[in-house]
């Protein structure tokens, strides 16, 4: 089944503990972003990968990390947590785009975090 | 710096109506817009995605038009159905991004 996944699905942690969420997709997509889902925001793109090794910042790239080692994997890092943070985060992957020419998303179940 | 504005935050309608969801954003050089539904608890998904190019799509009961020129999109939702009820999100790619900029959405309850 063509999908995208985060681990962990929900998770609880404490003020600068380092964590890594997962995403990781099976469509051979080239395209992998995180967003952060919060009341009254909306969704705030956080990174995005263009492909493996291509990486750039979203609109709230502050207080996390990414990085594209391979194709399928696209793992969000929150070196020092804080309770900022605290939010509900998507990760979604897209085909391969031709310049203007973009397909849909896929997003991921979502992963909500708390840092108390 | 693009803003995307969905109005109204919620709606509350009886079955079977026709109802019209409302998506403006600011910068009209845009690449495409795509709409999503999200049910509570849930991820988003995909409903249609339109091109610059083009001005409008369709899935069975769903039509998205798009006018870029006057920076608006609608999602017209035919015969509205207890299982349409979600949150409907819209979300741009300006020109020259690679990055989308999404609204707030429209939360939609279709009453029995």
């Known amino acids: 089944e063509a999908q995208v996944t985060q681990n962990p699905r929900y998770l609880i942690t404490v003020t600068g503990k380092k964590l890594t969420v997962t995403c990781s997709q099976n469509?051979?997509?080239?395209?992998m972003s995180w967003y952060r889902q919060d009341p009254g925001l909306g969704l705030r793109q956080i990174y995005y990968?263009?492909?493996?090794?291509?990486?750039d910042k979203g609109d709230v790239p502050e207080g996390y990390k990414v990085s594209r080692k391979e194709k399928r994997n696209f793992p969000l890092i929150l070196e020092s947590p804080s309770p900022n943070q605290t939010s509900l985060y998507f990760c979604?992957?897209?085909?391969?785009?031709?310049?203007?020419?973009?397909?849909?998303?896929?997003f991921g179940p979502g992963t909500r975090l708390t840092v108390t | 710096k693009q803003e995307v504005t969905q109005i109204p935050a919620a709606l509350s309608v009886p079955e079977g109506e026709n109802l019209v969801l409302n998506c403006s954003f600011t910068?009209?050089?845009?690449?495409?817009l795509q709409w999503f539904r999200q049910d509570p608890g849930k991820g988003l998904t995909s409903l249609l995605l339109?091109?610059?190019?083009?001005r409008e799509q369709t899935s069975g009961r769903l039509n998205a038009s798009l006018d870029k020129s006057s920076g608006r999109s609608t999602l017209y939702i035919a015969a509205s159905q207890p299982g349409d009820s979600a949150t409907y999100l819209c979300?741009?790619?300006?020109?020259?991004?690679?990055?989308?900029?999404f609204g707030t959405g429209t939360r939609l309850k279709v009453l029995a």
């Open positions: 979604a992957s897209s085909p391969r785009w031709g310049g203007y020419i973009s397909y849909e998303q896929y």
């Open positions: 469509m051979n997509h080239e395209y």
């Open positions: 990968s263009m492909n493996v090794e291509v990486t």
């Open positions: 910068d009209s050089a845009i690449y495409n």
């Open positions: 339109i091109q610059s190019s083009q």
């Open positions: 979300a741009v790619r300006t020109s020259g991004t690679y990055k989308y900029i």
